[in-house]
């Protein structure tokens, strides 16, 4: 199937850990974003990667690094886990003018 | 930075009825504005888009509507289906190389009765 598949699904851990999310995309785009959903399903921009380089980068805490070693992937590391990154991560690609896909999210719980 | 605002929050109606959604934003520079909606446990899927060079746009039973002078875009569903019921978003972007950089609307719960 052509999509763009995020794992895990469902992440559960402990304030202070480090985890990383993973996003790949088989669409052929250049482009991909990872967006965060809060609890009142707010969606907000985090990362933008075109062809591995990062160009768009909003106001998210240091704890939070993405990285792209390919244009068909793109992971998210989160440092130091707090109860507030608690949210719905969503990967989602796109190329040139076309529409943003989105995969079906990670939610993490930090407890 | 842009601004969307999303109106209703919730919006209840009948099998059959028409749903209206509308949405509101700040920067003068968006020219891409995208409806997304999106199912329990599922990521957001776009259901339509327009661009600030058209005014209307329709696909079968979905049409966006779009005032660039008043900021204002809207999304109609007629015949509407229990199955079109889902959380939407409205979204805008400035284009260019920020097609993908959206502000999202708070979203609008549907629920359509049978």
């Known amino acids: 199937d052509t999509a763009v598949s995020q794992t895990p699904k469902y992440l559960v851990t402990q304030m202070g850990n480090d985890k990383s999310i993973k996003c790949e995309q088989n669409l052929g785009h250049d482009t991909m974003y990872w967006y965060k959903q809060d609890s009142k399903k707010f969606l907000k921009i985090m990362f933008s990667?075109?062809?591995?380089?990062?160009?768009i980068n909003e106001t998210v805490p240091n704890r939070f690094s993405p990285k792209s070693p390919d244009k068909a992937h793109l992971n998210l590391h989160i440092n130091s886990l707090e109860l507030g990154d608690s949210a719905v991560y969503f990967c989602?690609?796109?190329?040139?003018?076309?529409?943003?896909?989105f995969g079906n999210g990670t939610r993490l719980t930090v407890t | 930075g842009e601004n969307v605002e999303q109106h209703p929050s919730t919006l209840s109606v009948q099998e059959g009825d028409s749903a209206v959604i509308k949405c509101t934003y700040s920067?003068?520079?968006?020219?891409?504005f995208p409806w997304y909606k999106q199912e329990l446990g599922k990521g957001p899927q776009l259901i339509i888009d327009?661009?600030?060079?058209?005014g209307e746009k329709k696909d079968q039973r979905i049409a966006v509507t779009l005032n660039k002078t008043a900021k204002h875009f809207s999304l109609h569903i007629t015949e509407t289906q229990p199955e079109d019921s889902a959380v939407y978003f409205c979204?805008?972007?400035?284009?260019?190389?920020?097609?993908?950089?959206?502000?999202f609307g708070q979203g609008t719960i549907l629920t359509v009765h049978p």
């Open positions: 989602a690609s796109s190329h040139g003018a076309s529409p943003l896909h």
């Open positions: 920067d003068s520079a968006s020219n891409y």
């Open positions: 990667y075109n062809n591995k380089e990062l160009i």
């Open positions: 327009i661009r600030s060079n058209v």
């Open positions: 979204a805008a972007a400035a284009g260019g190389t920020s097609y993908g950089k959206l502000t």
